[in-house]
Structure formats: structure tokens, C-alpha cells
């Protein structure tokens, strides 16, 4: 197997691990950030919450992860878009680090508020929300808006080199521009972000799992990668 079709298949296997991560982190996080008495329940699954951070970092790394393993196969067609998407895949991470850092400093609120066992919770509440807020706002512009621009961005060389199939391809570049106008959507506040505007995420989420598994069992186009080297 040549370095191409391994990072072809060290690709499909971290779109599923960010997949898997991701959702595994939200449902974890499901106490701190969604729980009615949320300054109380953060303390009581600490670990739990923990956990979820953890599950984010590996996304962090997956997300980067993807990006870097197909910067060289991508450089070979257009390098500065390729170069854009690294950039913008590492803007990613960093937004959905700052999510995590706000999700853990609600943990330690929480763990200082049940240990203080103020009766006065007005305080903690203004800084709670703040927090949330921020955690919020990092989901809408990591895992929605720069997730538009990252996936258009690959998603226009497969569709331009035919490295994948072309209708894989459409279904990536039409679900990160429908992601991408949701995002803007949340941002102007037209809808909601956790809504059934949600859906409009779908698209792009099955394309990386299709993706992925084209990669895991096809590989890039052999002939195309074959042209590519021989141009660049």
C-alpha cells in the first residue's frame, strides 16, 4: 500500500473517530449544559463532564488531524486552497478548545458553588450563562460555520481531480453550503441553534461518514493521484 491510500485510510478513520467523539462528547456535557440545576448537577458528574472534554479534545485532534494527513494529497491540485483549509481546520480546533475551557470553568463554578453552599446563587447564575453562552456560540462557529468552509474547500478538489467520486463530492460542497447558510442563520439570529434548523446539519454529517468509508475501502482514485504526482 503506498503513503497515499494510508493516509486515504488514516483519513476515513479519523472522520469517524471526530463523529463518534463529538456526539459522545455533547451527551456527556448533557448536566452541565442542559440540566435544570445545572450549578448542582455539574459537581455531582464532574467525571462524567470530564469525559466529555476529553471526548472534544480527541475531536480536536481528529478535525486537525484530517486536515494535515490530506494537505499534501490536496497541495498537488491547488496548494493555496490547501494551505486555506489547514488554516481554517486549525481555526476549528481552536474554536471548539475554547467551547471545552468554557464547559470546564462551568465545572469548576459548579464545584465551588456545592462547596460553599451559598444561598445566594445570583452570582454564579450571571457567570453560569456567561459561560453556556460561550460554549454555545463556540458550537455554532467551529462545528457549523468554519465546518462549511473547510468541507467546501476539500470538497471542490475531489469534485475538480474526481479523486473521489464526483456525486460524493456534490453532496460534500451542497451540504457544507447548506451548513454554512444554517450557521449564518443562528448567527442573525433568524432561527434557533438547537432546533429543527438542526437537521440542516444532516447533509454534511453524511457526507464525512460516506466519505469515510469510501476512504477505509476504495482509496483515492489511483489514476488521478498518478496524474496529480506526475504535474506536480
Known amino acids: 500500500m503506498d503513503s497515499n491510500q494510508k493516509s486515504a485510510k488514516i483519513?476515513?478513520?479519523l472522520f469517524f473517530?471526530?463523529?463518534?467523539?463529538?456526539?459522545?462528547?455533547l451527551l456527556l456535557y448533557?448536566?452541565?449544559?442542559?440540566?435544570s440545576d445545572y450549578l448542582v448537577q455539574g459537581s455531582e458528574y464532574s467525571t462524567q463532564i470530564a469525559l466529555g472534554a476529553l471526548m472534544e479534545l480527541i475531536l480536536v485532534v481528529s478535525v486537525i488531524g484530517t486536515a494535515t494527513t490530506m494537505f499534501p494529497i490536496l497541495k498537488k491540485y491547488n496548494e493555496?486552497?490547501?494551505?486555506?483549509?489547514?488554516?481554517?481546520?486549525f481555526l476549528e480546533g481552536v474554536i471548539i478548545t475554547i467551547g471545552i475551557i468554557s464547559v470546564l470553568s462551568l465545572l469548576t463554578l459548579s464545584q465551588n458553588f456545592v462547596a460553599e453552599g451559598t444561598v445566594d446563587?445570583?452570582?454564579?447564575?450571571?457567570?453560569?450563562?456567561?459561560l453556556i453562552a460561550i460554549h454555545d456560540w463556540a458550537f455554532m462557529l467551529g462545528p457549523l460555520f468554519m465546518l462549511g468552509i473547510n468541507t467546501l474547500m476539500y470538497s471542490y478538489i475531489f469534485y475538480k481531480t474526481k479523486l473521489v467520486p464526483r456525486p460524493l463530492s456534490i453532496l460534500g460542497m451542497s451540504g457544507a453550503v447548506i451548513v454554512f447558510i444554517n450557521a449564518l442563520l443562528v448567527l442573525f439570529g433568524v432561527v434557533e441553534q438547537l432546533s429543527v434548523w438542526g437537521l440542516l446539519a444532516l447533509p454534511v454529517a453524511a457526507f464525512e461518514m460516506i466519505l469515510a468509508?469510501?476512504?477505509?475501502?476504495?482509496?483515492?482514485?489511483?489514476?488521478?493521484l498518478s496524474q496529480l504526482s506526475k504535474v506536480a
Not at 446563587?121 to 456567561?130: C, K, R
Open 213 to 224: 468509508g469510501w476512504l477505509l475501502v476504495k482509496g483515492f482514485n489511483e489514476s488521478v
Open 17 to 25: 473517530v471526530a463523529a463518534i467523539s463529538a456526539v459522545i462528547g
Open 11 to 13: 483519513v476515513g478513520v
Open 121 to 130: 446563587s445570583s452570582s454564579y447564575q450571571v457567570s453560569g450563562t456567561l
Open 80 to 89: 493555496t486552497i490547501a494551505i486555506w483549509h489547514v488554516s481554517f481546520r
Open 30 to 35: 448533557d448536566p452541565i449544559l442542559n440540566g
